[in-house]
């Protein structure tokens, strides 16, 4: 391999890779094969406006990175290039600056905020929440099951994760649908990501404002009082925070282990009933075809080197995921993993990664929504060519564009909730 070469200084955009465009959707572990190839495990990228950064595709270059969140901050602060970014900038909601979310705080206050967040999590009831999750999946069910076929991802996977979360968190439950779009407008980084993290904040705001007047059995209420002295501001923040990197995530989780067991016929048993196949799937999607594909990011406190990289101080660095699951270096055989190996790094890694009740409940809505759709529609079958399927266009999240399927129409099972369709 070719030793990697630095960009010319002064020309931030010239040798690098734009984290964008259409291979993203059509080709992506090729494409960072081929940075790798002709970077090494930390290559450098361009972000819309020939932002520069670094994207780290080697699985231990991000171990390491991850494991030392004092060299490699979550300080956005420290961003060498704010003087660059405008004020409508796309990706300003992935890469905020003073953004008083967990997200951006670093040190004990962060420890405190993160304890905050798995206390309230880990104090929802599981059996709640998977009845939650069952319930809102019948219902969804009930709206398609008698049409015989539908885009599953646009009828069901982008709509459940949102009102299992609404749920817990405290809103009503007409409110899941309404922040769906806001939420996928925020995530995708497009035209709209201002607006959708608008009114994702407005909505927090006033479930504050509800549960400071009721208080309730939930995940807002449960944060509001916590110790620590949180202000309404960081508290809202933070389910922001938690409802976006619950809601689309999990939604494509639901969405690609479907996809996988749709057209692999290694999990065709699941779709009689099998439950093993299930979570297999769901595993192999972390390795294979993560969610989550890269993730904004870390930035250097100080001049280092990464990957035999010179990186200044300031410069961001973005959590290759997706590249770093199918580094060659820890994958030498490049076999697929379904077993119970979970070294993958889907869900990050070190101080800043995922909480673990928030793993385990995302791991409940995804699977107990695969689960109720294979009992209901259990001759689910797609409904075009595997090879027609189509991702959305993101360079930060992976998942289907849609998935149209087919299915031997049913009859809807009844009101769910007491009656309150």
Not at 295 to 305: E, F, M, P, Q, V
Request: net charge negative; with cysteine; hydrophobic share 40%.
């Amino acid at each position: 391999m070719t030793q990697p070469t630095e960009p010319p200084p002064g020309c931030p955009a010239h040798g690098r890779t734009p984290l964008s465009g259409p291979r993203f959707q059509t080709e992506p572990m090729q494409l960072y094969r081929e940075m790798r190839r002709d970077h090494g495990a930390v290559a450098p990228v361009v972000l819309d406006g020939d932002v520069p950064a670094w994207l780290v595709l080697g699985y231990r270059e991000l171990h390491q990175l991850t494991s030392d969140p004092v060299l490699f901050s979550r300080d956005s602060d420290l961003w060498n290039q704010w003087e660059r970014i405008p004020d409508d900038w796309p990706l300003l909601p992935m890469i905020g600056r003073k953004q008083p979310s967990i997200l951006y705080t670093v040190g004990a206050r962060h420890v405190e905020r993160a304890r905050m967040i798995s206390d309230a999590l880990e104090a929802v009831d599981p059996f709640a929440l998977k009845r939650y999750a069952e319930e809102f999946a019948d219902d969804l069910i009930d709206r398609f099951c008698s049409t015989g076929g539908t885009d599953i991802i646009a009828a069901y996977a982008m709509l459940l994760p949102a009102r299992v979360l609404a749920k817990i968190y405290g809103f009503s439950d007409a409110v899941g649908d309404a922040l769906v779009s806001s939420i996928n407008d925020m995530i995708d980084g497009g035209e709209r990501a201002l607006a959708g993290q608008q009114h994702l904040g407005t909505s927090m705001f006033q479930l504050l404002l509800d549960k400071h007047a009721e208080p309730g059995d939930d995940v807002a209420t449960r944060m509001l009082a916590a110790p620590g002295g949180f202000t309404d501001e960081e508290v809202a923040q933070d389910l922001m925070v938690m409802m976006a990197a619950g809601h689309q995530p999990t939604a494509d989780w639901m969405g690609n282990s479907l996809r996988l067991m749709l057209v692999d016929d290694r999990f065709a048993a699941s779709l009689s009933g099998g439950r093993h196949s299930v979570a297999e799937a769901m595993n192999e999607v972390l390795w294979e075809d993560t969610p989550t594909q890269n993730i904004a990011g870390r930035w250097a406190s100080r001049d280092t080197h990464l990957g035999g990289r010179h990186i200044q101080a300031g410069d961001l660095l973005l959590l290759g995921v997706a590249a770093a699951n199918a580094d060659p270096q820890v994958r030498t055989d490049g076999s697929a993993l379904t077993g119970g190996n979970n070294a993958f790094l889907s869900f990050g890694h070190g101080e800043h990664r995922c909480p673990f009740p928030a793993q385990e409940t995302a791991e409940v809505i995804a699977r107990t929504g695969i689960e109720v759709l294979l009992d209901r529609l259990p001759d689910i079958d797609l409904a075009v060519p595997a090879e027609q399927l189509t991702r959305r266009p993101s360079p930060w999240l992976r998942g289907l564009t849609d998935l149209p399927v087919a299915f031997t129409p049913t009859p809807a099972t009844g009101p769910a909730f007491g009656g309150q369709k």
